[in-house]
């Protein structure tokens, strides 16, 4: 049986082909398979040795110290790891982030909250974008952290970080940043723009899953207490044993996505334009988010006349969401959509499309193809 046309990059990426062979030198009793934190053998050292070569090319993707780098097991921990260790052990903490953040964000804001920390909601304008006036004018004098996303996972939209960070480093507020939609896509220099946090995920960006990272900037000013503890690891921010070849994975997934960059950026514009290009003859489209300040590789559309479920069932031979993955068993409509304004029912029409590394031309003009004729089908037997 033919494989449907995969385009669902937003919802993992694919291990690249080198990756995978990366990682297989760190699994088998013929490589380096040692604990990295085996320090009396040379098992371990080769092992520890690798984890830090991957450090250092995580680091290197977002202009960072090697040491501000720290292992987690994805974006989720990631973020977690940020926000709770950031307001452990304070009174009266106040924190800031959006109602259009990912679960792993939303959720943990709001447990927050439930043991009495205040959370002020940001609502996004209809392009998905939270304006630096909005996070400036929500500051409290007992504001210790501010949490958004550099690029939205359903509608692609970047968020003006480097003004927001520049004006939070002044005022003496941490700030974090989820980058996991952000990696590879494109670039992120943390010396030009202002972060104290930023949460990556190697899913995201042709690595293996299970593994993400947190940068941790090395000031006095940021602390943040482990929410994991047994062994001290990376620093005293995060226990338990490294996971070799996960983390020598992401850090050749990392390399490759900053090699790459442009190029890869320029090839995902022309997927793009070629796409919806071939939607033309499709009347009530609409694209969701902004249609300047984003990144080229997550669509969000939305089919007038046609309920998204039906035509993902008419799209068989495309593998596209409804949604971000964490919320795709919901029944309920997407509650980025529903942040941006659309009502339930423009909500319930939308479709996001995510391309990516391996997509190619031929499967772009399929797909347009196949949404414009079940688009056209569905609408004729209402």
Known sequence: MKKPVYLDYAATTPVDPAVADEMIKYLTPDGFFGNPASRSHGFGWQAEA????????VASLIHADPR??????????????????????????????S????????????????????????????DGRIEPDQVFSALKPETVLVSLMLVNNELGCVTDIASIGAELRSRGVLFHVDAA?????????????????MSLSGHKVYGPKGVGALYVRRSADVRIAAQIHGGGHERGMRSGTL?????????KALAIAEASLEEEITQLENLRASFMAGLNELSGVTLNGS????????????????????????????????????ASAAVEPSYVLRGIGLSDELAHRALRFSIGRFTTPEEMAFASAQIVDVVTRLRAVR
Do not use: Y
């Open 50 to 57: 690798a984890v830090e070569s991957a450090r250092s090319q």
């Open 99 to 126: 109602t259009i953040e990912h679960k792993a964000v939303v959720d943990t804001c709001k447990w927050l909250e439930l043991q009495g920390v205040e959370v002020t909601w940001l609502e996004p304008g209809s």
């Open 243 to 251: 996971p070799t070849h996960q983390i020598t994975g992401m850090g």
């Open 181 to 197: 939609q952000a990696a590879g896509k494109l670039p992120i220099d943390v010396t030009s723009m202002p972060v104290d946090l």
């Open 68 to 97: 501000e780098i720290v292992w987690t097991s994805g974006a989720t921990e990631s973020d977690n790891l940020a926000i709770k260790g950031a307001v452990a052990g304070r009174e009266n903490a106040h924190l800031i982030t």
């Open 291 to 326: 249609q300047t300040h984003r990144v080229p590789g997550i669509i969000n559309l939305s089919f007038e006349g046609v309920e998204a479920e039906s035509l993902i069932l008419g799209l068989r031979s495309l593998a596209v969401s409804s949604g971000s993955a964490c």
